[in-house]
């Protein structure tokens, strides 16, 4: 084990796939000589060379699309979408033409292309450069969607959903790229579709995406000091979704608060809720409840931005209110 | 053997269809494939057939009526009997049913009328048609009344055999029931009422004068230190032969009631016991400012707690047992008692 950044996890995880299969290419704006984005990518070309290393056009739907024929045609595109909120305009490659080929041809074809890109506001970058936008992905049958939370899952993560033969998005938190966690030097894997209990609890079950996670976790320190035992549960991978441990987690402890930094609306977040409501029915004690991003677009005014994204005062209140009754 | 005619369905979209024309009267013999009725949709006039034979009876609605698909609307049977021995209210339709109105036979249409189409029959009706609605509609309303609890209280509360109206009290006005309240009051016991305390409070200087001079018979020193009061003839209130009567909570040791006799739950029923009540101990020699509310599972419990030179006597008891009137004169009774003469106060076990 040793300390590592973010960005050096992922840039390890992705040259580590590169050496093994030599289908890997990678594509994006910037992500070879013209410099990387958020210097994540640093040091690949030089490795890898221009042929592998791809910097491509300023146009997400060309290189998005040129990157699902090249997956439907033998190699293992990692494609960098520099920020989430470009996914709207590859929508047409990701959702018609990727998330459906496998399904249309029969099983013939597969595109085993992962999509890199971030999420996540307070970066003062404004309303078409802060949103996270897992849930609209997240909605479409056929593609995968992971959120780490850590150096250490966004490595495991990022490694699998290479050698997965389905089209998978990884949403990173912006602001994550500095932080710093314990690696394993030695080659591991995080299997899609198992969440991770962080922390054991018994008296309301808090689960998180991303740097969410993070939040729950500095609000259970502060529950903890009241005598209340929260179980902290960081989903990680949101398609496929984790729902067992989830679920019994919830029937250990009857209360829980879902948190997301997607809008509060129409989310991932009332996706758990509802699975949870569907499943754990019986052994609930107050409402299930989500916590999300304000239903605005996010302000570039820091003060107004702040106040957008779940904080770990609100979960705190919240738990407090869940936990006396007072719904 | 009995067979329902139930309303087809003849469009896509159809959710009712008119009877328009009745074609047989009760008791009338009907034949595989005959027509026993027409019935008008939006878009067509259709003649209808069975696919049993059997006596047409009991039609439940007359010409006219708009029936929703899937309704059973009349009855064949296997005997003349059984359809003509139909209720008198299906009679009242019946007469008015069995007068065709000429213009509506005029209004058939030839052309729209399909031969093969046939009534739908069910064989052997698992339930009576007659059964009284009102009885369900009942029970749907009691159902329907909402007590807010937790789906987990709800369950327990299922599982545990208690009634949620029995859980309601003053705090649920404003807070759904969730497992806590259910919870502890299972730990108060099957009984499915609320519990009620009475506070009493009176000053230790007399018990103390009277337990030391009680002191080489029982070996006690002061109050802290009694190991046995037993308060004799604890008349005047409604207790159980046999039963745990009541945990009864002291600073030190054990207070045990006697003679619980003259005891009575109603006039008629007089429960005589000389038995030992059977009473738990429980000390609260650490605890300060205790609450005991969830504590009991005896119908009846009894605190004692001694400070700033007081005594304070709690009772808790379930009101489904005890009126509060009942409840203070047992206290008032316990309380003279410590202040009436020793001997008729405390006695030695023997």
């Not at chain 1, 146009?59 to 699309?65: C, D, I, L, T």
């Not at chain 2, 029931?177 to 009422?193: E, H, L, P, W």
Request: charged letters at 25%.
């Amino acid at each position: 084990m040793r300390e590592i950044t973010w960005s050096t996890a992922v840039n390890e995880a992705i040259a580590e796939e590169m050496r093994n299969d030599k289908t890997i290419i990678l594509m994006g704006e910037d992500v070879a000589e013209a410099g990387t984005p958020f210097k994540v990518l640093l040091g690949l070309v030089e490795e890898f060379g221009t042929d592998r290393i791809i910097d491509t056009p300023i146009s997400e739907p060309g290189f998005v699309g040129m990157a699902v024929g090249a997956a439907m045609t033998g190699t293992r595109p990692i494609v960098d979408l520099m920020f989430g909120d470009f996914i709207f305009l590859v929508m047409d490659q990701l959702a018609n033409q990727a998330a459906k080929q496998h399904y249309m041809s029969g099983g013939k074809l597969n595109v085993p292309m992962v999509i890199r890109t971030n999420m996540g506001a307070t970066r003062r970058s404004a309303a078409q450069h802060s949103q996270s936008l897992q849930a609209i992905v997240a909605h479409i049958p056929g593609v995968k969607v992971l959120m780490p939370s850590t150096p250490y899952e966004v490595k495991g993560l990022l490694k699998a959903a290479i050698r997965d033969d389905n089209p998978v998005v990884i949403f990173e938190d912006k602001l994550s790229y500095q932080m710093k966690g314990m690696v394993p030097e030695e080659e591991y894997i995080i299997p899609l579709g198992q969440a991770n209990i962080l922390q054991a609890g018994n008296d309301i079950t808090l689960v998180a995406t991303s740097s969410m996670v993070q939040v729950c976790e500095e609000a259970a320190e502060v529950l903890r000091s009241k005598n209340i035992s929260a179980e902290i549960i960081d989903v990680r991978s949101i398609v496929p979704l984790d729902e067992q441990t989830i679920v019994d987690s919830v029937k250990k402890t009857s209360r829980v608060i879902v948190v997301d930094e997607g809008h509060q609306s129409y989310g991932i977040t009332s996706e758990i809720v509802s699975r949870i409501s569907e499943q754990a029915f019986y052994y609930l004690d107050a409402p299930p409840t989500r916590m999300g991003a304000m239903d605005v677009p996010i302000p570039f005014s820091p003060v107004l931005e702040d106040l957008t994204v779940p904080t770990s005062k609100q979960v705190v209140a919240k738990a407090i209110d869940l936990i006396n009754n007072n719904f | 053997m009995a067979y329902e005619i139930i309303m087809p369905v003849l469009g896509m979209n159809q959710d009712t269809g008119i009877i328009s024309v009745w074609l047989k009267q009760p008791g009338d013999f009907v034949e595989v494939d005959e027509p026993i009725m027409e019935v008008e949709t939006d878009k067509v006039v259709q003649e209808i057939e069975v696919s049993e034979s059997g006596y047409f009876s009991a039609p439940k609605y007359p010409e006219g009526a708009e029936v929703p698909v899937g309704e059973v609307i009349a009855m064949l049977y296997d005997t003349k009997e059984e359809a003509t021995a139909i209720p008198d209210e299906a009679k009242d339709l019946t007469g008015e049913a069995f007068n065709p109105k000429s213009e509506e036979l005029d209004k058939r249409s030839e052309e729209d009328s399909m031969p093969d189409t046939k009534a739908i029959v069910l064989k052997n009706p698992p339930h009576q048609v007659s059964a009284s609605p009102e009885e369900d509609f009942n029970v749907l309303e009691i159902q329907s009344t909402k007590i807010l609890a937790s789906p987990k209280a709800k369950k327990t509360a299922q599982n545990k055999g208690i009634s949620l109206t029995d859980l309601l009290n003053q705090d649920n006005d404003r807070h759904p029931i969730t497992y806590k309240d259910v919870d502890g009051f299972v730990t108060k016991g099957k009984g499915s009422n609320s519990f009620s305390t009475i506070n009493m409070c009176f000053e230790d200087a007399p018990i103390k004068e009277m337990l030391s001079s009680l002191a080489q018979e029982v070996e006690i020193e002061t109050w802290r230190m009694i190991t046995r009061i037993i308060v004799s003839s604890f008349y005047d209130c409604n207790v159980f032969s046999g039963d745990t009567l009541a945990k009864i909570y002291t600073i030190s040791g054990e207070l045990v009631l006697r003679n619980m006799h003259q005891f009575s739950l109603s006039d008629d029923v007089v429960t005589t016991t000389h038995n030992k009540i059977d009473v738990e101990i429980i000390d609260l020699l650490d605890f300060q400012n205790i609450s005991i509310e969830h504590q009991f599972s005896a119908p009846i419990g009894f605190v004692l707690t001694h400070s700033n030179n007081q005594f304070k006597l709690q009772a808790v008891f379930q009101s489904s047992f005890f009126t509060t009137v009942e409840m203070i004169k047992v206290i008032d009774g316990i309380t003279k008692r410590f202040q009436a003469p020793l001997r008729n106060l405390l006695e030695l076990q023997d």
